[in-house]
């Protein structure tokens, strides 16, 4: 059985493709508390690693370089999209919005404030405030757990809440996701992958963040109970005012539910902006690439897909000049040796690109 309301988003928005449609035309205005200053912001991020010397190598240690200047705003109540193959740094950059991991360079700033600054109690309202949903339902519930203990340790570890109220926080998180109070004492396994993933939802929603950090959160799903859970966030977000920063390596999910795209290649930001603007517009050659090798609904159409040429390369061997230049056909000489500055235009969409004209 689906959880409570899910066929009733799919009746409503005529089937799964339907339901992510529905999301992408019915996109609501963002507004922000403060014109002048996001919710969150990455300025100059970066994130470095010292390495051992390798064998035979007469270098003692190399440098490393995982994230690269990498700068990002999210406003309140707007959904910004980061994309990018896997390896390209996305995870990273998640693991040090939420302080699993420290910049090697640069700021992560909430509400004006350097959170890497952030301790005792400040910090504790932090992590409140900015809540992860992880990729796979399958391994990020614990299955000797209940979901009553799942979906209440949040309130549990923060110690500022009584028994009674940290059960009525997680039977509203639960309704809130469509499951019903007769989950609180069954076990992850008992679950189809949809449910698994609104419950890791609702132990997310538990201490009314207003930051959801979505590290692919459907990709490990079928296709039909994507839009499910796509429509559940939408709906979510709607009635909670959160921010969203959505992780994918899927470009076409991400413009259909975003506000805002980053592209991200080998830990560098290629192409961003408003995602109508890079909907009709691809400039970097990455971007088309990404959004041309995605995989058609329909068999007959899959024999158009194009997919990007070679490799994403290893930050051990990162290439000098643009960093997308070994596999683009449209590299110059002058691709090989200067890395492009992230221009951008008057509407806000940024490219990193020597062959593009701003």
């Known amino acids: ?85 896997s390896g390209s740094g996305k995870t990273t950059t998640a693991r040090i919005i939420l302080r699993l991991d420290s910049p090697s360079s640069g700021q992560v700033l909430f509400s004006g404030e350097d959170v890497g600054r952030l301790d005792g109690r400040a910090l504790k309202s932090y992590r409140r405030n900015v809540q992860p949903v992880f990729q796979d339902p399958y391994s990020s519930l614990n299955p000797r757990l209940s979901v009553a203990t799942i979906v209440g340790e949040p309130l549990f570890v923060s110690g500022e809440f ?22 609180l004492g069954r076990y992850p396994h008992e679950f189809s992958g949809g449910q698994r993933q609104r419950i890791a ?71 961003s902006g408003p995602t109508r603007s890079i909907a009709k517009e691809r400039r970097h050659p990455y971007t088309r690439a990404l959004f041309d090798s995605k995989l058609p609904a329909h068999p007959r159409e899959r024999r158009a897909i194009a997919p990007i040429e070679g490799e994403l390369a290893s930050p051990l061997n990162r290439p000098r000049g643009c960093p997308f230049h070994p596999r683009c056909a449209m590299a110059t000489e002058r691709c090989r040796v200067e890395a492009p500055p992230l221009r951008a235009d008057a509407a806000g969409h940024a490219t990193a690109c020597h062959m593009v004209e701003i």
């Open 1 to 85: 059985m689906p959880p409570r309301g899910a066929a009733a988003d799919l009746r409503r928005s005529g089937g799964a493709r339907g339901a992510l449609l529905l999301s992408a035309r019915g996109r609501r205005k963002v507004t922000t508390a403060s014109p002048t200053r996001p919710l969150l912001e990455l300025k100059g991020l970066g994130r470095h690693l010292t390495l051992a010397r390798a064998p035979f190598s007469r270098e003692a240690t190399r440098t490393v370089s995982i994230l690269d200047n990498v700068n990002l705003a999210i406003a309140e109540n707007e959904t910004v999209g980061l994309v990018g193959e």
């Open 162 to 183: 009584a028994k009674a109220e940290r059960r009525a926080r997680v039977l509203q998180a639960l309704n809130a996701v469509g499951l019903q109070a007769d989950a």
């Open 201 to 271: 939802i609702a132990r997310a929603l538990t201490l009314q963040p207003r930051l959801l950090i979505l590290d692919e959160p459907v990709s490990a799903l079928d296709i039909s109970i994507r839009a499910q859970v796509m429509n559940l966030l939408d709906e979510l977000q709607q009635r909670m005012r959160m921010s969203y920063l959505l992780i994918s390596h899927d470009l076409d999910l991400v413009v259909r539910v975003a506000d805002r795209v980053e592209v991200m290649y080998l830990g560098t930001i290629v192409e």
